[in-house]
């Protein structure tokens, strides 16, 4: 069965600093992977998904993250966190390519800007 | 689209009453995903559903939860007795088959008193 893991869950970043949020996944067949951010009181919100495409995937807000499957990993970046950044952030990872199975969360990273 | 709708936004309950949370899914989507959000487990699937019929409910808690999809448009979760531990946020989220990603409603927030 698959699963995801978010390291740390809760990073704080200066504005303007680089936003890392981490995430590794376990899957026993090529993975779909994807990052939701969800601002308070708010559903969830896709920022960008991996679809067996290319390795670097440009979502919304600037954010991007990369397929490496060698490290197993799915880290979300951005170079310049900007203060409407703050919210909580979570991982997911499907084994099909199909709307029809669910997906899988990690337990999410809350980010917080400072100013 | 006006997107998933789910209603009420906020419920609270005495423990022991009838709870029942409501979801209108995106028009066209043929699966539906019921979430429960705590601060201690996270996003868990309680129950999906693909074409109105229910695919895996294993994430249900215990029989005192349930959830229907008597039509393509509607899908109720019912608690019933409701206990303070089901105090959360539920999740409705659907889907297409040629979508890969899910798109979640704004969700309901329970809280058991």
């Known amino acids: 069965a698959q699963s995801v893991t978010q390291l740390g869950s809760h990073v704080s970043v200066s504005e303007g600093a680089l936003v890392l949020l981490r995430c590794n996944y376990s899957?026993?067949?090529?993975?779909?992977l994807f990052w939701y951010v969800q601002y308070p009181n708010q559903g969830l919100q896709l920022l960008l998904k991996y679809t067996s495409a290319a390795t670097l995937v440009k979502g919304i807000n600037g954010f991007e993250a990369e397929f490496k499957k060698s490290e197993t990993s799915f880290h979300l970046t951005k170079p310049s966190a900007h203060m409407s950044d703050a919210a909580e952030y979570f991982c997911a990872v499907s084994d099909y390519y199909s709307g029809n199975t669910p997906l899988v969360f990690g337990k999410g990273t809350r980010l917080s800007v400072i100013a | 689209d006006a997107g998933v709708i789910q209603s009420p936004r906020h419920e609270v309950t005495e423990m022991g009453q009838e709870v029942t949370l409501r979801c209108k899914p995106i028009?066209?989507?043929?699966?539906l995903f019921w979430y429960r959000q705590t601060m201690m487990r996270g996003l868990e699937l309680l129950i999906y559903f693909n074409n109105n019929v229910p695919i895996d409910d294993s994430g249900m808690p215990e029989d005192r939860f349930s959830a229907k999809m008597p039509n393509a448009s509607f899908s109720t979760l019912k608690i019933q007795p409701s206990e303070p531990r089901d105090s959360a946020v539920y999740f409705c989220?659907?889907?297409?088959?040629?979508?890969?990603?899910?798109?979640f409603g704004q969700g309901t927030r329970l809280t058991v008193v």
């Open positions: 899957s026993s067949v090529p993975p779909y």
């Open positions: 989220a659907s889907s297409s088959a040629d979508n890969t990603e899910a798109f």
């Open positions: 028009s066209g989507h043929n699966s």
